[in-house]
């Protein structure tokens, strides 16, 4: 059994930085094809950052470019999300998500808000 369990979500003010973890379980053995998702009430739950399954190369949506890191660590089984520059736009649940043999897996999202 999958399981993704997201950490480091909170309030911090604009300019502000947070490092998001997600921790996996199960038939996950490596954080090579996993991404971040967000979500804010009525809108649709949008890509953040991904690593491709080959571990090779990240992608981001451009409103973090330059400013959100994604990262692993496979002897840990944690995912992370380095996200620096903080504004109030990115205030929202952030989801980890991995796709296994054609099964979505998400965590269960945590919240940040950025804040003054």
């Known amino acids: 059994q999958v399981q993704l369990v997201e950490s480091g979500g909170g309030l911090v003010q604009p300019g502000g930085s947070l490092r998001l973890s997600c921790a996996f379980s199960?038939?996950?053995?490596?954080?090579?094809?996993m991404s971040w998702y967000r979500q804010v009430p009525g809108k649709e739950r949008e890509l953040v950052a991904g690593?491709?399954?080959?571990?090779?190369?990240?992608n981001y949506a451009d409103s973090v470019k330059g400013r959100f890191t994604i990262s692993g660590d496979n002897a840990k089984k944690t995912v992370y999300l380095q996200m620096n520059s903080l504004k109030s736009e990115d205030t929202a649940v952030y989801y980890c998500?991995?796709?296994?043999?054609?099964?979505?897996?998400w965590g269960q999202g945590t919240q940040v808000t950025v804040s003054s």
């Open positions: 998500y991995a796709k296994r043999n054609g099964v979505e897996h």
């Open positions: 199960g038939f996950i053995f490596s954080y090579f094809g």
């Open positions: 690593i491709a399954s080959s571990g090779g190369s990240t």
